[in-house]
């Protein structure tokens, strides 16, 4: 056993003399802690052992494998300053060793971390490492306030007892509106009443949390955010969260929110469901009163939310939508042929051994254009739409967005006017031919091409999988129909969300039908059809 106490300088302290740790090893734990401090990525990189069954885990989970763990690393950042002011180390082999370590933040505050450091050729590398990091009196990636709670509810109703985490969109009483940007912020006024969509919730019995973080303006599908970070993905930490509901989906799935009300534009509450394993529902569009709420594009944005199961889902859509009469069917469950050929060949595979026989429908079937005359009708308008909101602002506040964002808003603005004028003149009609296209008809897709992108993802590649995600998203937005993201898919050990696509107004019967399914284990609840 080796016991130790700390350096003078604050370095890995010198073990006891009354027993002594293996050779080498607490210079290797030394050199990690200089690497940590130093964000010396490579160091880093070679202080673990290459193995895919190498591990490391913390608040946010597990990581397997170096090259996740490699790729996680690389997409933080470097850590607070920090020390360790105490070490335990405890020979298991001749080349194997279990050290202790606490570790006391310059800033205040320890935490702890458990290490398997293997030697191999007189090289010490670690094989596992959990790492308890120093309290957080606050996720600053997810939140941007919180309380206890910040607002009480002012009625009782299904949503007793649920705690809700509010997109940093919506008015909050008493609170200013920041949209992911702290310039927008620092500008903003408390509102003196709170959206119409948070008081329906306060009004059925629920409290509000806090005030969720948001990609800025809500012009992205990420969840990165160039000024707070990037909140947690609660089922695979080493990948990005999705937005733009980003910190309310990662509210909901690490459990400190029951119900994240969100806004769905072009996918920013169903792409978090599907990355983060919840239920999201992009409700039919002007269904639910968008008072309070700062419009992205206002021809396609939605309020709905995410939670952890169906029930609650239920709930916060009986809340904010109390008369059901009448209530549409869900249709005739058919698979649409080229969302599910946008999809990665492993997203294919799993959502068809997941819904099994159902008949397969085209868009020509339908009546409808290609997807990428969808997609490309959405970007046009939406970036119209966008500019039109707050290109003002932006032109007068050079430098305040990030550089993806800004970029994208930079693109929107360049659109050639009469494309984009064209695609104002087509947008009702194309609307009205989805719409005549659900009557009676349930589309079955998967939500995303595939699971979350990797957090160390580039820009180019990012860009890539947006475009394929919007053509997935297209359709529903578009449609101005609502869609559901359900989780019911596991490609590569990572969910992926099945998809409910269904008419106008049937919100509340594609929810019951996806519970239904999933209860029953996802196609063996499927009702009987033919083609």
Not at 251 to 268: E, K, Q, R
Not at 272 to 284: E, F, I, K, M
Request: hydrophobic residues 45%.
């Amino acid at each position: 056993m080796t016991a130790s106490t700390p350096a003078p300088d604050g370095s890995t302290p010198a073990p006891d003399a009354s027993a002594a740790a293996p050779d080498g090893l607490l210079a290797a734990l030394d050199a990690y802690e200089r690497a940590l401090a130093a964000d010396d990525l490579p160091t880093l990189d070679d202080a673990f052992v290459r193995s895919p069954d190498t591990m490391r885990g913390d608040d946010r989970g597990l990581l397997v494998g170096h090259a996740a763990i490699s790729a996680f690393r690389g997409a933080r950042g470097g850590i607070a300053p920090r020390s360790l002011t105490r070490v335990e180390v405890r020979p298991l082999t001749d080349d194997l060793a279990l050290v202790v370590s606490v570790s006391t933040s310059h800033a205040g505050g320890s935490g702890l971390q458990t290490q398997l450091w293997q030697r191999d050729a007189d090289t010490w590398r670690i094989a596992a490492a959990h790492v308890t990091g120093r309290p957080r009196a606050l996720d600053t990636t997810v939140w941007r306030v919180v309380g206890d709670p910040l607002l009480a509810p002012t009625g009782s109703g299904p949503l007793d007892g649920a705690t809700v985490a509010v997109k940093d969109l919506y008015a909050v009483a008493g609170h200013r509106t920041g949209a992911g940007t702290p310039t927008f912020l620092d500008e903003s006024t408390p509102a003196a009443a709170s959206a119409t969509a948070v008081a329906a919730l306060l009004a059925a019995g629920a409290s509000v949390r806090g005030i969720a973080r948001t990609d800025e303006f809500a012009y992205a599908l990420t969840g990165r955010n160039e000024h707070h970070g990037t909140p947690p993905n609660a089922a695979v930490p080493s990948a990005l969260p999705g937005g733009s509901s980003s910190g309310c989906a990662s509210a909901v799935g690490s459990g400190t929110a029951d119900v994240g009300l969100g806004t769905d534009t072009a996918g920013s509450l169903r792409i978090p469901a599907s990355y983060q394993g919840l239920w999201g529902l992009r409700t039919t569009h002007g269904l639910v009163d968008r008072a309070g709420l700062l419009p992205l594009a206002p021809s396609f944005d939605t309020v709905g939310w995410l939670t952890r199961d169906a029930t609650t889902l239920l709930r916060a859509l009986d809340a904010s939508v109390p008369d059901r009469s009448p209530t549409a069917d869900a249709g005739t469950p058919v698979v649409l042929a080229e969302l599910v050929a946008a999809a990665d060949p492993a997203t294919r595979e799993a959502f068809g051994d997941a819904v099994g026989d159902l008949p397969v429908v085209t868009l020509d079937d339908l009546g409808l254009p290609p997807l990428e005359d969808l997609r490309e009708l959405l970007r046009l308008v939406q970036g119209a739409e966008a500019t039109a909101v707050h290109g003002p602002w932006i032109a007068a506040h050079p430098g305040a967005l990030g550089a993806v964002v800004g970029a994208r808003f930079a693109a929107a603005a360049a659109n050639p006017p009469a494309a984009v004028a064209e695609a104002r003149a087509r947008l009702d009609g194309v609307r009205a031919a989805v719409r005549t296209a659900l009557v009676g008809r349930l589309l079955v897709t998967p939500t995303a091409p595939g699971p979350a992108p990797a957090l160390a993802s580039g820009t180019a590649e990012l860009e890539r999988v947006r475009t394929a995600t919007t053509t997935m998203t297209a359709l529903a937005s578009v449609g101005g129909v609502p869609s559901l993201s359900v989780p019911a898919l596991t490609v590569g050990g990572a969910p992926v969300g099945l998809c409910l696509t269904g008419g106008a107004g049937t919100d509340r019967a594609l929810v019951t039908t996806a519970a239904r399914w999933t209860s029953d284990g996802v196609g063996a609840g499927l009702p009987a059809v033919t083609a």
